[in-house]
């Protein structure tokens, strides 16, 4: 017997250069992040393309937060849908988890206290997203630092009443198991014994890193030998789950993943020899439940998002190995960081040209002020340069505060094109418009495509992001109106500074302008004449920025 789907691999954009090689990798399938491809263009949608001819797929998604107080969030479950519709994945799943409150997000994998409410809660949300999927999900048991007092069940005895009642599938993470029992004292054999084969249909093996106080869930070492072990049994009790690599972090390169995948067949085929595990064991019942499940959550939520909160704020959590003050400060420390290194990838210019120490305490500022909203943390930044430009900060940035701003609104409008999500309109060749009629001329509407993005700036800052983006020493920012069009191509982005004239030109076109009324202010005695509108529009027409829109519409 083999796993359903095999052995696989999470896809990073690092590997994407070997993986698009052509070759066929010993890579029986790969597991993407939903959210990098809910809504998402350009180049992470041209791999995608490319990929799903030659391997199956799974999606994992980070932010459904399924054990969440808000309602579920209906964009969100669009686009997943869209996403599946497209991709017709072999396995959707999710973690045991909720990531928000209130409509505030951590970006972050939080524990709840495991009640008889919060049991029903949770069934009533999968049975709602599963409808509305029309798929089977699988959920992930979460890597926790801190075991609520209030909870009254054990997490296996939790996850196989969650399949009992709803029929949603298990993804069995390994390493979260051995985390847990490291940090909590929980026993990973009993999820051996809890759980029925047939719920249990995937597994993630990843590394972990080992402190002083702490075990933390990293993804960035090789699968330790615990939990190879632990593999070999779980394999054994579980022989069609299907088997992935996680490597988030520190991503070597793909020769030594696949180096991990092998580990892997050669474990799983060690598990099958092995002695059969004893059958399921029913757990204990749950204990007397004492508090509510959500009150003691949203503590947890306050310690994380506030940075003013008190070290020891109202969690009533049980005695575990690991002190409940170094579980707390995982999730809380977890939470700015993340959002540094994501605001670092997102500003790279800015990022450059500030102190580190600086960048980090703007984003403490930032998440002070301002509440992520997006379920995806690829979006955290789009708030990041109207908060510059709007608060005025204590710091000495070496110029004036709005350069800064308009410099982080440069990075953003670069980074935001590269995922936007392709304009489905069909493109208008230059061939088509050269042909068209006076009458032609007089009734069609032309729309610049998504593909293409517009900025006006007070500060002249593109020849500075420009040397900074290839590691130069930038020349210092001027005053002085700027008007940027930044195009994306092949999946890369141009930008290109242009006239008033011109700018305005693509604006009216972005908005969906009549070619009468663009024929006739270019009739008028400004800079551009008629014939250069046309050699304009020919321009764009050959580069795929046109595309016709239907008035009625």
Aim: glycine share 6%.
């Amino acid at each position: 017997m083999k796993p359903n789907l095999g052995f696989g691999l999470g896809l990073r954009p690092v590997h994407y250069p070997d993986l698009l090689q052509g070759n066929r990798w010993p890579i029986d399938w790969f597991e993407v992040i939903s959210e990098n491809f809910m809504g998402v263009g350009g180049r992470p949608r041209q791999v995608l393309e490319r990929l799903r001819a030659d391997y199956p797929f799974a999606c994992h998604g980070v932010g459904l937060s399924i054990a969440g107080a808000d309602p579920l969030d209906p964009a969100y479950l669009k686009r997943l849908r869209d996403l599946l519709h497209w991709l017709e994945p072999a396995l959707v799943t999710d973690h045991l988890c909720w990531t928000s409150s209130h409509g505030h997000h951590t970006y972050d994998l939080l524990p709840f206290p495991l009640t008889r409410q919060s049991l029903e809660h949770i069934v009533a949300r999968i049975a709602a997203v599963q409808d509305y999927l029309g798929r089977t999900m699988l959920f992930e048991n979460p890597s926790c630092y801190i075991d609520f007092a209030a909870s009254s069940w054990s997490e296996p005895d939790f996850l196989a009443e969650l399949c009992r009642q709803t029929g949603c599938g298990l993804l069995l993470d390994l390493n979260n198991c051995m985390v847990n029992s490291r940090n909590l004292g929980w026993q990973p054999r009993e999820y051996l014994e809890r759980l029925r084969p047939e719920w249990v249909q995937q597994f993630h093996l990843a590394g972990h890193s080992v402190y002083d106080h702490i075990s933390i869930d990293t993804h960035d070492h090789p699968v330790p030998e615990a939990v190879w072990t632990f593999y070999e049994q779980a394999s054994q009790r579980f022989p069609e789950a299907a088997v992935l690599i996680e490597w988030d972090e520190k991503i070597p390169p793909l020769k030594r993943m696949l180096e991990e995948l092998d580990i892997a067949r050669d474990r799983y085929e060690r598990g099958a020899k092995q002695i059969p595990l004893d059958s399921e064991r029913v757990g204990q019942p749950p204990r007397i439940e004492v508090e509510d499940w959500t009150e003691q959550a949203q503590q947890l939520f306050r310690h994380i998002v506030d940075p003013l909160a008190p070290e020891s704020p109202g969690v009533v959590c049980r005695s575990t190995p690991v002190a409940t003050q170094y579980g707390l400060k995982v999730y809380r420390d977890g939470y700015f960081i993340r959002a540094r290194e994501t605001l670092g990838a997102c500003f790279p210019a800015l990022a450059y040209i500030l102190e580190p120490q600086l960048f980090a305490k703007l984003v403490e500022e930032f998440l002070i002020h301002v509440r992520p909203t997006h379920y995806s943390i690829n979006y955290l930044g789009q708030t990041f340069a109207p908060f510059l430009a709007s608060h005025p900060l204590p710091y000495s940035f070496g110029t004036d505060q709005s350069a800064i701003a308009q410099l982080a609104a440069l990075d953003w409008a670069d980074y935001e094109l590269k995922i936007r999500a392709d304009d489905p309109a069909p493109r208008l060749d230059a061939r088509t418009l050269s042909a068209w009629t006076g009458e032609d001329w007089a009734d069609k509407n032309l729309r610049l495509r998504r593909e293409c993005a517009l900025l006006v700036q007070d500060w002249r800052l593109l020849d500075a992001w420009s040397e900074i983006r290839a590691g130069r020493t930038p020349p210092p920012p001027t005053r002085g109106r700027e008007w940027l069009v930044l195009e994306r191509s092949m999946g890369e982005v141009q930008v290109e500074a242009v006239t008033e004239q011109a700018f305005l030109w693509y604006q009216q076109l972005a908005e969906g302008a009549q070619l009468a009324d663009l024929l006739a202010e270019a009739a008028e005695p400004v800079e551009l004449t008629v014939k250069e509108l046309m050699v304009f529009l020919l321009q764009l027409s050959e580069r795929g920025l046109l595309t016709t829109v239907d008035p009625a519409s």
